[in-house]
T-cell receptor, first 118, second 113 residues
Framework: GAVVSQHPSRVICKSGTSVKIECRSL??????MFWYRQFPKQSLMLMAT?????????EQGVEKDKFLINHASLTLSTLTVTSAHPEDSSFYIC??????????????FGPGTRLTVT | GENVEQHPSTLSVQEGDSAVIKCTYS??????FPWYKQELGKGPQLIID?????GEKKDQRIAVTLNKTAKHFSLHITETQPEDSAVYFC????????????FGTGTRLQVTL
């Protein structure tokens, strides 16, 4: 149980274009979803927190107009990187917490999406 | 905000030996401390966690200890195997506040034959 998927697993896009990454909770309802970015050999950095039906809360230094997050249902959140540039190339990982007592604080992570901007 | 420090950054042990990774946190309100294993190109996988009302927790070859007074917690892996080789992250959060995790900087564990 508590499986989170991401799509696509890898994406290459040209500079200036936008790319959308999907995060789905497959067997539970995700009340809160988190988006992280991870550069090579570094730790996970939280970008934003989203609750279903609400606007996302962005961490300091993360441009909300560049990284658009939509959490339209209890099983799906999307991250859109707008006008991508090479410096946006990174590993993007989502996670989710559920509605049960333990799953309200335990985060279940997706497999990640490798974004390369050329 | 919370700050989590993790040591060592790299750790090499021989198969069968034990490995210990240590973390310290700054916010005394933190009460949930998970450990994640991340293999290359994959997302983090929860391997064990501990809440602040418990001092130690064990799951087969893996154990975690927590010292609330000193604000540090440790991961212990016994009888290491080559498949334990990965990057390990500690994290801290406060339950009930959207569970935002603050991660440590990671430890690259290499188990040699």
């Amino acid at each position: 149980g508590a499986v989170v998927s991401q799509h696509p697993s890898r994406v290459i896009c040209k500079s200036g274009t936008s790319v959308k990454i999907e995060c789905r909770s497959l067997d539970f309802q995700a009340t809160t979803m988190f988006w992280y970015r991870q550069f090579p050999k570094q730790s996970l950095m939280l970008m934003a927190t989203s609750n279903e039906g609400s606007k996302a809360t962005y961490e300091q230094g993360v441009e909300k107009d560049k990284f658009l997050i939509n959490h339209a249902s209890l099983t799906l959140s999307t991250l859109t990187v707008t006008s991508a540039h090479p410096e946006d190339s990174s590993f993007y990982i989502c996670s989710a917490t559920g509605t049960s007592a333990k799953s309200s604080y335990e985060q279940y992570f997706g497999p990640g999406t490798r974004l390369t901007v050329t | 905000g919370e700050n989590v420090e993790q040591h060592p950054s790299t750790l090499s042990v021989q198969e069968g030996d034990s490995a210990v990774i240590k973390c310290t946190y700054s916010d005394s309100a933190s009460n949930y401390f998970p450990w994640y294993k991340q293999e290359l190109g994959k997302g983090p996988q929860l391997i064990i966690d501990i809440r602040s009302n418990v001092g130690e927790k064990k799951d087969q070859r893996i154990a975690v200890t927590l010292n609330k007074t000193a604000k540090h917690f440790s991961l212990h892996i016994t009888e290491t195997q080559p498949e334990d080789s990965a990057v390990y992250f500690c994290a801290a959060s406060i339950t009930g506040t959207a569970s935002k995790l603050t991660f440590g900087t990671g430890t690259r564990l290499q188990v040699t034959l």
